[in-house]
């Protein structure tokens, strides 16, 4: 039987936890999109159902704001624990030195890799900013002043959905190409 | 073998996520069970007595405004309206709205946020309605207030935000009086609560110490949250 490397048990269940956090975030997501798409208002183009979580506007409601709480509380422990490990963990200006000049290929995958996650960490959080800033814009009024207009403080929260596609996408496309298989295991069961 | 396995992990993980759409769509509403009493007392607690900055003049977006109906226009004669406002007060009120000008005018230019994922910043001109509910006496078990209307809408919310001063009756619609559409003669108005909270065409309001759970207002009803708060 082959050996497996696993990582932790408890990173393994984050990770489950953060994809499946962040597939009913952005599904319920694209269900309140449907009410008023970005462009076009009421009668611009609904994304497909196959794609969306609730069924209609209320139900995406229950959905999104069911799971905020557990997307807050994620990212925000996230960003506490790699803040503090930021020199070891997080990526730096230098990494984008070393995917281009540095000879050793582990040394630039893992550049790379730290440079993705790190992205996906800032998008998230403006995700969760500008959410947060939707949700009470008179409550935390200064909060929503930051993003300018509704308009622009709309486009934003949804942007950072073809953002994250792109970012796991890259993100996967990288794993598999360094690990295959073997790596998708590691993480996973 | 490797790449089938890849293959079969990739179309495994997209049919469970896209099956996920349609079969979890049931469970949605013990998640909001689950979720929105917490939800509700947050927002609640987060939400302060204190007044939402508002806007410029300059800054008001007419055209933003968009008007959604439940069930029409319906058709009210100004002269003969009358406003009740009963329940625990300690002396019930039928306000024509000529009395209710002799109240102070109050003017705010605050952002309507409608539930759809719109907004519009307006300015409404009207009485607040805690002097409204001060004139009738509110009694101290009072905790709900309900708003009936006269196209069948019915509304109902937490005392603390109806007495909250930038919470009006409004009968100006951005410097000029409000437009049947948008509620005429008499609509709710407030920086605090979404849209759909906003009754238009009031025509009584009774101040009630519990809510009946089957009965939170017209869409609370169909599944959207009762406390609503921005």
């Known amino acids: 039987m082959e050996y497996h490397h696993h990582h932790p048990l408890w990173t393994r269940a984050l990770h489950a936890c953060n994809a499946l956090v962040l597939v009913g975030m952005a599904s319920s997501g694209l269900q309140i999109y449907n009410a008023n798409p970005v462009f076009g208002g009421r009668s611009g183009d609904p994304i497909p159902s196959l794609l969306t979580l609730g069924g209609w506007l209320a139900a995406g409601r229950w959905w999104h704001f069911g799971f905020m709480g557990i997307f807050a509380l994620v990212l925000g422990s996230w960003l506490l624990v790699l803040w503090k490990w930021r020199r070891e963990r997080l990526g730096r200006g230098g990494d984008l030195g070393a995917i281009r000049a540095s000879a050793n290929p582990r040394k630039r995958n893992y550049a790379l890799h730290k440079l993705l996650y790190t992205l996906m960490l800032v998008v998230l959080s403006l995700a969760l900013l500008t959410g947060l800033a939707m949700y009470k814009p008179a409550t935390l009024w200064w909060l929503s002043g930051w993003f300018g207009s509704w308009q622009q403080l709309r486009v934003l929260h949804f942007a950072t959905i073809p953002a994250m596609a792109l970012l796991v996408l890259c993100h996967v496309l990288l794993s598999l190409k360094l690990g295959g298989l073997r790596l998708f295991r590691a993480i996973s069961w | ?230």
């Open chain 2, 1 to 230: 073998m490797k790449r089938r396995n890849l293959l079969q992990s990739a179309l495994g993980t997209g049919g469970l996520l896209s099956l996920g759409g349609c079969a979890l769509n049931p469970l949605g509403p013990e998640v909001a069970q689950l979720t929105r009493p917490l939800n509700e007392r947050i927002e609640a607690w987060m939400q302060t007595n204190v007044a939402v900055p508002e806007f410029a003049q300059n800054q008001v977006e007419p055209a933003a405004l968009l008007v959604n109906s439940f069930n029409g226009v319906p058709e009210i004669n100004p002269a003969s309206f009358s406003l009740t406002v009963d329940g625990l007060v300690q002396q019930p009120q039928q306000l024509s709205l000529g009395a209710l000008g002799q109240l102070p005018q109050q003017e705010m230019v605050i952002r309507h946020v409608c539930v759809e994922g719109w907004a519009a910043i307006v300015a409404w001109g009207g009485v607040r309605l805690g002097d409204v509910l001060r004139l009738a006496g509110v009694s101290p078990l009072a905790g709900y207030v309900a708003f009936e209307s006269a196209d069948g809408y019915f509304e109902t919310w937490d005392l603390r935000t109806a007495l909250h001063p930038q919470t009006l009756l409004a009968t100006q619609m951005n410097g000029a009086p409000l437009p049947a559409a948008n509620g005429a003669p008499l609509r709710l108005a407030s920086p605090l609560k979404l849209g759909y909270k906003l009754s238009k065409w009031i025509t009584a309001i009774h101040v009630l110490s519990a809510l009946n759970p089957q009965r939170l207002g017209t869409w609370e009803d169909q599944g959207y949250e009762w406390f609503a708060g921005l």
